[in-house]
């Protein structure tokens, strides 16, 4: 019963971190607790099923200083990619059953400040890779390669609008096919955030 309810208790917390309901207007935040509570609710689909294995997950956290976003939102994006990551992943898994053949999933989630004045979060799959054609229109509305019922097409496009328009950022895919997926976030960091970080880094440095 503590066991449970100790799960609960973090199954809560996480749901309460990635809606940010309460958290209408930019805030700095740690954007790793972000990642963190996306990765919680999507566990259930990263564990092995009777008709899936596991899906393995690598973090690559770096050293970043929060970053002043709409938390719900941005959390929502990495929702969105790693879903569509999952999903091409198991389209492989399919895709081996029936050839009898085997490569585990794996999800790379890599973030780290690049030229000192923005952070930058990479989602990479070893996925089946998309083709030129299709990635030109990955971010567009209701554009979709999933089966009928499984896909909106509105999930890259909304990702897409919120780092771009309401972030001043990028959202780029780079791909191809049979060598996996990474999408790469880029997020500009204010300028109190940058001086905390300076801070931080000398700190570090001088240890």
Known sequence: ??????????????????????????????????????????????????????????????????????????????MNIMVNAIDALEDVFIKHNKEKQFEPGLIKIHTKVIQNNRVAIAIVDNGPGVAEEVKRK???PFFTTKSVGKGTGLGLSISYQIIVEKHAGS?????????????????PLQQKQLQEYSREVTVIGNR
């Open 171 to 187: 959202l780029k895919c780079q791909s191809e096919l049979g060598k996996g997926t990474q999408f790469l976030i880029e997020i």
């Open 138 to 140: 990955l971010f567009d």
């Open 1 to 78: 019963m503590e066991m449970g309810a100790e799960r609960i208790r973090q199954i809560v917390l996480s749901l309460r971190n990635f809606s940010r309901l309460d958290e209408s207007e930019m805030k700095a935040v740690d954007i790793h607790d972000g990642l963190e509570s996306t990765l919680l609710i999507l566990q259930n689909r990263l564990k092995s099923r009777p008709e899936y294995p596991e899906i393995q997950i690598i973090k690559q956290y770096g050293h970043i200083p929060p970053v002043e976003c709409y938390p719900g939102q941005l959390n929502q994006v990495f």
